[in-house]
């Protein structure tokens, strides 16, 4: 099966309360493909990347979107990244529409473990999928605000006791932290007891009256399609790498796991990679340095 990858399905399955598998498909034009570990993957580099709103093909390989949306877009502002520097309500957002329906809706703010707790935020409704986009082996829902401003917040302020970045390469290879968050849950709320220092002139008193902390967070448990984990090297297939061939061992956080490093599945869904899905390919031997 070969054809351009045109992006990866997520398919998240609730097995009870507390527990979901993770699954991931590559589309292949026309075609989905299930990942499930073991398969040959061949990738080839056919030319340049297409932007990822207009469509126009981009020289910049490794970038989503080509200079003029960079430039015009909303979702490509620093506020997007580090959303507590939101700036949707003095009027200076470059796209007011785009930040009504993306940033002023309902966000969660969560707890997930990976190798170390973390705190991160989401659009309400989309825990499951950014849970498993970022390779947690468990998470909880900590927090819902009104708007993706105060989620950010409120993240920058919890972030002073617990980190808010995940380390890929201990993702890569298979590093599990071990941690109650239920308990770290009840820790940060006791540190946090009155919303009210989160008003300012950029959060209003309605949106913090409108926070909720979860009453009894339930932490939901998170399994992924994983045969082995990988070495801790970022495989990458361009116009120097222009063939990239290995086994699959699994997917976990965004990263296809290969037996000699892993790729991101975000930098292969640009237009501009071809993947032939096949039975395990032989793998030649780094060739040996003579010691004489």
Not at 96 to 121: N, R, T
Not at 143 to 155: I, K, Q, S, Y
Not at 197 to 219: G, K, N
Not at 232 to 239: E, F, G, P, S, T
Request: net charge neutral; proline share 4%.
């Amino acid at each position: 099966m070969k054809g351009m990858i045109q992006g990866f399905t997520t398919q998240i399955e609730a097995l009870n309360d507390a527990k979901i598998s993770v699954n991931y498909a590559v589309n292949l034009a026309e075609q989905t493909i299930p990942l499930e570990g073991g398969e040959g993957l061949t990738f080839r580099y056919v030319g340049s990347a297409a932007c990822a709103h207009c469509g126009v093909s981009m020289i910049n390989a490794g970038w989503d979107y080509c200079v003029d949306c960079f430039r015009s877009l909303a979702r490509c502002d620093l506020c997007v990244m580090s959303p507590n520097r939101c700036h949707h309500h003095k009027g200076t957002c470059r796209e007011p529409e785009w930040g009504d329906s993306f940033c002023m809706q309902p966000h969660v703010v969560y707890l997930a473990l990976a190798h170390v707790p973390k705190v991160g935020i989401t659009r309400a409704g989309r825990e499951w999928d950014r849970w498993a986009a970022q390779g947690a082996h468990k998470a909880l829902r900590l927090m819902t605000v009104p708007t993706r401003r105060l989620a950010g917040v409120v993240e920058r302020h919890l972030s002073q006791w617990i980190t808010d970045r995940t380390d890929w390469r201990k993702l890569v290879t298979g590093q599990r932290g071990d941690f109650s968050l239920t308990e770290l849950a009840t820790d940060l709320r006791q540190r946090t007891p009155d919303l009210v220092r989160f008003r300012s002139d950029q959060i209003s008193a309605t949106e913090v009256e409108c926070a909720l902390w979860e009453i009894d967070p339930l932490e939901t448990h998170l399994s992924f399609p994983i045969q082995n984990y990988s070495p801790a090297k970022q495989l990458r297939v361009d116009a120097k790498e222009g063939v990239v061939a290995d086994n699959l061992q699994g997917v976990i956080g965004g990263y296809l796991l290969l037996s000699r490093g892993v790729m991101s599945m975000q930098s292969l869904s640009r237009g501009d990679i071809q993947l032939e899905v096949s039975a395990p390919v032989v793998l030649e031997e780094p060739l040996q340095k003579s010691l004489f």
